[in-house]
Nanobody
Framework: QVQLRESGPGLVKPSQTLSLTCTVS?????????WEWIRQPPGKGLEWIGY???????SYSPSLKSRASISRDPSKNQIELQLTSVTPEDAAVYYC??????WGQGTQVTVSS
């Protein structure tokens, strides 16, 4: 089974850019799989952020499209998420997901000054 591990700063100030990484145990899958980012705000359901295809094309939630960017770095076995101009509403547990069965443990993000 593929292991995914999210990592990030934990605490980000409003208006800053959030950068998260998902490190994948099997690097051969980086460019051969869909990779998605999903988040869960406190007390709310899962929210899809976007994905990157094997081709490198990306797709995002309409509500986050202007601020989200997903990329990949095969040399580091990583999938990356950047979210610009964060607000407290972006506070959530962020998950990396490889359809349809591989999830990371999630990384908590707090947005506060």
């Amino acid at each position: 089974q593929v292991q995914l591990r999210e990592s990030g700063p934990g605490l980000v100030k409003p208006s800053q850019t959030l950068s998260l990484t998902c490190t994948v145990s099997d690097g051969s899958l980086i460019t051969n799989s869909y990779w998605e980012w999903i988040r869960q705000p406190p007390g709310k359901g899962l929210e899809w952020i976007g994905y990157i295809r094997p081709s490198g094309d990306t797709s995002y939630s309409p509500s986050l499209k202007s601020r989200a960017s997903i990329s990949r770095d095969p040399s580091k076995n990583q999938i990356e998420l950047q979210l610009t101009s964060v607000t407290p509403e972006d506070a959530a547990v962020y998950y990396c997901f490889r359809p349809w069965s591989d999830w990371g443990q999630g990384t908590q993000v707090t947005v506060s000054s």
